[in-house]
C-alpha cells in the first residue's frame, strides 16, 4: 500500500532553514511528482510547490519564490522541502502528497514547523 | 491564478440532514480538475471527489460532487457523525489552489 512517512516536529528560530522529508513506500517512485502543502494551526491549506520525481521539474507558489526549494532522491524514494528565513508565519503543519497535476489521494502525516525566538 | 471560494463558512446541521457545499471559482476550471477534501482535526485531508464529480476509492456514495465551468458542489445526502468535518475544494489545474474551507458542525 502507498505510505508516505514525513519527518518529526521541529523547531527553528526566526531567519533559520527547516527540511522536512517525506519517505514514500508503496509505488514506483519516479511515475508521481510529489507536492506540498501546508496549514498554519487553525487555518485553511496552501499549496506550496510541485516537483517531478521523473525529472526533478519544479513548480512553486509565487508567494514562496526563492525562500522554497523542493528535491527528490530516488535512490531512497524520498522528497524533500526546504524553506529557508524562516518566520513567525511559517509556523504550520506541512504535509507532502502523491502527484503533481492531480488529486492528491495519499498525504503524509503532516509535520509541524514552528517558528519561535 | 483563480481564487476559490466556498459558501458557507459554516454549516450547523444534525445527523440524518442534507448538505450542500459551495465552491466557487473566480475562472473556469480547466478539465474539471476540482477536487473535494475532508479533513477532521489532526489529521491530513483525504480526498473525497477528483474531476468535480468522481468518488475516490472507499468513498461512500453519500458524498456526490457535480458542477462544471466555475460553480461547483459537494452533497453529502445524509449526514453520518463521522462527517462533522471541515471540507476544502480544490483546482488542480495549471496553479493549484485550495478554497478557505466550510466547517460542518453539529447543531
Known amino acids: 500500500q502507498v505510505q508516505m512517512v514525513q519527518s518529526g516536529a521541529e523547531v527553528k528560530k526566526p531567519g533559520a532553514v527547516v527540511k522536512v522529508s517525506c519517505k514514500t513506500s508503496?509505488?514506483?517512485?519516479?511515475?508521481?511528482?510529489v507536492t506540498w502543502v501546508r496549514q498554519v494551526p487553525g487555518q485553511g491549506l496552501e499549496w506550496m510547490g510541485w516537483?517531478?520525481?521523473?525529472?526533478?521539474?519544479?513548480k512553486y507558489a509565487q508567494s514562496l519564490q526563492g525562500r522554497l526549494t523542493l528535491t527528490t532522491d530516488s535512490s531512497s524514494n524520498t522528497a524533500y522541502m526546504e524553506l529557508r528565513g524562516l518566520k513567525s508565519e511559517d509556523t504550520a503543519v506541512y504535509y507532502c502528497?502523491?502527484?503533481?497535476?492531480?488529486?492528491?489521494?495519499?498525504w503524509g502525516q503532516g509535520t509541524l514547523v514552528t517558528v519561535s525566538s | 491564478e483563480i481564487v476559490l471560494t466556498q459558501s458557507p463558512a459554516t454549516l450547523s446541521l444534525s445527523p440524518g440532514e442534507r448538505a450542500t457545499l459551495s465552491c466557487r471559482a473566480s475562472?473556469?476550471?480547466?478539465?474539471?480538475?476540482l477536487a473535494w477534501y475532508q479533513q477532521k482535526p489532526g489529521q491530513a485531508p483525504r480526498l473525497l471527489i477528483f474531476?468535480?464529480?468522481s468518488r475516490a476509492t472507499g468513498v461512500p456514495d453519500r458524498f456526490r460532487g457535480s458542477g462544471s465551468g466555475t460553480d461547483f458542489t459537494l452533497t453529502i445526502s445524509r449526514l453520518e457523525p463521522e462527517d462533522f468535518a471541515v471540507y476544502y475544494c480544490?483546482?488542480?489545474?495549471?496553479?493549484?489552489?485550495f478554497g478557505p474551507g466550510t466547517r460542518i458542525d453539529l447543531k
Open positions: 480544490q483546482q488542480y489545474g495549471k496553479s493549484p489552489v
Open positions: 475562472q473556469s476550471v480547466s478539465s474539471s480538475y
Open positions: 516537483i517531478s520525481a521523473e525529472n526533478g521539474d519544479t
Open positions: 502528497g502523491r502527484g503533481g497535476w492531480v488529486a492528491l489521494e495519499f
Open positions: 474531476v468535480a464529480s
Open positions: 508503496g509505488y514506483t517512485f519516479i511515475e508521481y511528482g
